[in-house]
């Protein structure tokens, strides 16, 4: 079982950056993929991006591509969105999300444990 929270969220102008971490607690933090979603008022859950349990692949979501760009530190139990060139529809509350021995899904049921969530807002 691992536990996430995230932080650094915030309000940033439109063009401006954050980097937002995923801190996990529990165990064998480096056995989970990780993947961070955002979800925006009255819209569905959506994938931002994910990385492998060991780092080496990642994807990311066509609306953030070349934008945004996960990370992860295993010996520091934490995962990281750094956000780039941020546009007004980035504005949702953004959550990370872990699952054991996954391969880096797109899909929401994929994972089991998911943080609160932080806000990120895009002012114009």
């Known amino acids: 079982q691992v536990q996430l929270v995230e932080s650094g969220g915030g309000l940033v102008q439109a063009g401006g950056s954050l980097r937002l971490s995923c801190a996990a607690s529990g165990s064998s933090f480096s056995s989970y993929a990780m993947g961070w979603f955002r979800q925006a008022p009255g819209k569905e859950r959506e994938f931002v991006s994910a990385?492998?349990?060991?780092?080496?692949?990642?994807y990311s979501g066509v609306d953030v591509k070349n934008r945004f760009t996960i990370s992860r530190d295993n010996p520091k139990n934490t995962v990281y969105l750094q956000m780039d060139s941020l546009k007004p529809e980035d504005t949702a509350i953004y959550y990370c999300?872990?699952?054991?021995w996954g391969a880096g899904s797109r899909l929401v049921p994929s994972y089991k444990y998911w943080g609160q969530g932080t806000q990120v807002t895009v002012s114009s």
């Open positions: 999300a872990a699952d054991r």
């Open positions: 990385i492998t349990f060991s780092g080496a692949v990642t």
